[in-house]
Every structure is written in C-alpha cells, then in structure tokens.
C-alpha cells in the first residue's frame, strides 16, 4: 500500500468537504474493497476519508412505505433486521449470501454499490427493486445508477447517504455464486408491484442489466414457465475462468426462473 | 503522516503510532507481539487473522489500525485463562480441530463469532459460517465436530 493521510469524518458535510480540499481522496467505508484495492496498488489516493463515525448513515428504518437503509449499514445488520427481512425477505436474503461473516460484518451497502462490482450482489436488489439511491446532493434513480462496469453516476466527491427500497408484493433473489468468494457468476432478482414487474441480473454483463422480455411475459404470466422460454444473448457478456459467456447467457435464464419460482 | 490509535486490546488499554496504512493485523503482531494472529492471505479470504472488533469477527488484515482507534479488538491470546484453555481451545484439541494450527487461531476466533450468534448451531451453520476461514490440513470435518463441541461446553 501506497501511503495516504487518514481521517476521520465527523459528518457528511465534513466528509464532502474534505474530499473537495483534496487532490485525490476516496472514501472509505467497510473496507472490504477498498484496502485489497490499495493492497494491490491498483488505487493511490493521497487521502482517505472514514465514514465510520457518521451515526447519520447508519441504519434501518421505514419511511412512506419504503424501507430505508442507511450507506453505512452492513450487510449483517440488513441480513439480521426485521425491519428488512419482514417486509423484503429477499433483500435480506441477498445481504446474507454476500461473501462470509467477517466480509458481511464490515462490508456495507453504499460500499457496495458506489464500487459497483459487476459481480456484487447489491446492484441487483436496488435495480430489480426499484430502489432510490440518495446521496449528499439529490436522489438518483436504480436504472440510472450503474452506467458501466465499476462506473456508476455518482459525482467526483458524491457521497452516497442512504438507499431506499419500495416493498414490493413479492420478490425473489438467486444466484449462482463463485464457491471460493461467493460473488454473483450469475444472480437475478425478480419483483412484482402491482403491474410492475422488474428482472435484474448482475453477474453476467459489466453491469447490472434489465431483460425486458422476461419482464413482459411476467407480468402476463408471474409464473417459472413464463420465463423458462426466454433467454438472453451472449454477445458480450462475461468471461472468465469461472464462466463463459454462453454459460453466463444460459445461467440467466435458470436462475430467473427459479427467482419467480422462490417469489411464489 | 502517523496518527495515534488508542484501542482495548484484550482488556488493556494501549496506544500506538500507525502510519495511515498500517493494518490492524501489523499492528497487533508488530506492534504489540500479540502473533497469535496470523497472515496466511494477506488478500481477506483465508481468515487465519480474525479478532473480534466490538464484539464482531473481522479479517484483521483487511482493517486498518486507524480505524480500530477507540475500539475494543480481542485477539486469540485473550481466551485462556491462568493457564487454562477456553472451552473453545479445549474442544480443538480434544476433537483433533488442528493439524499444524495455522488457521486455528482465526477458527476459534471465528466460531466464538458464531457461537455469539447462536449458542447451539447445527452442523450446517457451523459449515456455512466457515465459508471465510480456510484450513489446508484438516479438511473441516474435525473443525466442525470441534466446534459443535465447544458450543456445548460453553452451554454447560
Ligand atoms: C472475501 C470477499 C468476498 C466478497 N464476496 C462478495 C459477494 O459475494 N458479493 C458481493 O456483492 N460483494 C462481495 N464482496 C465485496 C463486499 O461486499 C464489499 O464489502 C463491498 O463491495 C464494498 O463495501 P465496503 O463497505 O467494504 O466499501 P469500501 O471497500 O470501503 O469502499 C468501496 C468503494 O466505494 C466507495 N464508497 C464507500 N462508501 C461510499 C459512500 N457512502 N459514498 C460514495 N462512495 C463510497 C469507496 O471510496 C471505494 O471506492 C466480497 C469481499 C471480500 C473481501
Ligand atoms: S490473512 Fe487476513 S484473510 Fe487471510
Ligand atoms: S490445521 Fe493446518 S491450516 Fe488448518
């Protein structure tokens, strides 16, 4: 690791300040990105600013129907909360299946979705729940937030503060993770509010995507033959050791189905 | 730029200079000479340096000493008591849970996580649990029944 100044933020007002002040800042929040990035020199920031201190982005509660969860709440507190698992058991479910316990009790959710892995889980939940991603400055929308591969919307020095996700009637995640660090190969969410219905996959493309198709015939038909059909084109999506595009295209489809299967 | 952290460390209170990037882990082993904890990865995915932080289990090369300024971290060292193991040590030892040790300490660190959590996990859990702490010797199977078996001694 390069060397860096830390500090602590004593709130988001003072961290976005600070991040202005400086030439080259990044944020740190749980750290179980972050630091393996600045372990392989990938990243040299001359300043890194904790978010850890900020009581105001952590936690869970429920607003206007919404269950709002704060940038600084880790992925065992979202998998362990009633207020989560209640209304939007699938989201805790996906908070659960995030890597191991000891990444689950650092890692946090605007951690996860400001670095916007393509093979993270959280991308899925807040595109194929609809979800709003506030930040310091304004609300962006799920289908705008990921633009690319580790890019997303945010502003040189944005800080995400919350993420708000709308209960939906009914909603499924599943993935088909890498056996040694549990990312998504392939994971789909599945949800359906009223006559919406909503089919994210993360995992197969540089970012997380929408199938449309699967989306129509759901909301025709919210049943695992409705889908069993339509699969996507590999054009372009991943490849590596764990997977091919072909498999990663073929994957979709499964685990779409078994997703609409699970919502019941 | 070194900052100072001041931690709880098994119950002490101490305090060091860090460089911004030095890692809990250095700290605690270089530092402190506390090398229970051990490296095995250094890239958060073998857990062999797992300490509980407030409470929690975490890979401790993968946080920073800064941001263990002003929390409680208990290492492996802090479990025996006058020369007795925990009841956690105890089962590993009696249920063969170790072969050259290397992982142990972040298993039984981990585990106590788990065992926090839940005081009587099946065997399931307990497999699930393990996803983060690896071992080359043993295969798990042992480790398992260690740690079931601990759990216990610690509701009796
Ligand atoms: C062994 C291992 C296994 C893992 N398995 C999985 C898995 O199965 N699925 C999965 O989805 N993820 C997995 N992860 C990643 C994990 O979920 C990370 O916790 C997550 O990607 C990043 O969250 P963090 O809080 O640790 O962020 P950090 O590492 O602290 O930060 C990541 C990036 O986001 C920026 N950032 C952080 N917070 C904010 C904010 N509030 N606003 C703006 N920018 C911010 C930082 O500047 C940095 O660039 C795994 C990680 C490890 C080490
Ligand atoms: S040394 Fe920390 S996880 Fe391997
Ligand atoms: S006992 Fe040797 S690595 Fe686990």
Redesign the interface.
């Known amino acids: ?6 500090r ?1 933020a004593s709130s988001v007002s003072d961290a976005v300040a600070s991040s202005g002040q400086s030439d080259d800042a990044s944020y ?1 929040a749980g ?2 990105t972050l ?2 990035v ?2 392989f020199r990938l990243a040299s920031p001359s300043d ?1 600013i ?1 978010l ?1 201190g900020l009581g105001e982005l952590k936690g869970i509660r429920t607003e206007n129907g919404a269950v709002v969860v704060g940038a600084m709440t880790t992925h ?1 507190e979202v998998a362990g909360s009633s207020e989560v698992r209640q209304p939007i058991p699938a989201l805790a479910d996906l908070a659960e299946s995030i ?5 689950r ?2 890692g946090t959710i605007g951690g996860s979705i400001a670095n916007a892995d393509p093979a993270a889980d959280y991308p899925a939940a807040v595109v194929g729940l609809g979800a709003t991603v506030h930040t310091n400055s304004r609300t962006i929308g799920a289908d705008d937030f990921f633009t690319d591969m580790f890019e997303t919307a945010l502003e040189p020095g944005e800080l995400v503060t919350a993420v708000s996700f709308p209960v939906p009637d009914r909603a499924a995640y599943m993935k088909f993770p890498n056996p ?3 990312y998504a190969i392939v994971g789909v969410m599945v949800s359906q509010s009223g006559e919406e219905v909503r089919v994210a996959v993360t995992g197969a493309g540089g970012s997380v995507f929408r199938v449309p198709e699967m989306e129509q015939a759901l909301a025709v038909n919210f049943a695992p033959e409705a889908v069993a059909g339509i699969s996507v084109s590999a054009d372009g999506l991943n490849e590596d050791i764990h997977a091919s595009p072909e498999y990663r295209a073929h994957l979709v489809t499964v685990m779409a189905r078994r997703a609409v299967a699970a919502a019941g | 730029m070194t900052l100072t952290v001041t931690m709880t460390l098994n119950g002490e209170s101490v305090s060091a200079e860090v460089e911004g990037r030095t890692l809990l882990v250095q700290l605690i082993r270089d530092h402190f000479r506390l090398t229970g904890t051990h490296v095995g990865c250094d890239t958060s995915q073998c857990g062999a340096c797992v300490v509980h932080m407030n409470g929690q289990s975490v890979k401790s090369c993968t946080v920073l000493a800064a941001q263990a300024d002003g929390a409680e971290v208990s290492t492996i060292e802090s479990l025996a008591e006058n020369g007795e193991l925990h009841p956690m040590q105890q089962a590993f030892k009696d249920n063969h849970g170790l072969q050259c040790g290397f992982c142990t300490p972040g298993m039984v660190m981990s585990a106590l996580d788990l065992v926090a959590n839940n005081p009587d996990p099946g065997e399931a859990e307990i497999r699930d649990w393990l996803e983060g702490n690896l071992c080359r010797c043993t295969g798990y199977h042992n480790i398992v029944k260690s740690i079931a078996a601990g759990a216990q001694a610690m509701r009796s």
């Open positions: 690791m390069y060397e860096f100044n830390y602590r740190l750290g179980m630091i393996p600045l372990k890194i904790d850890a065992a890597g191991d316990p000891q990444v009790n650092r040694a660090s549990r």
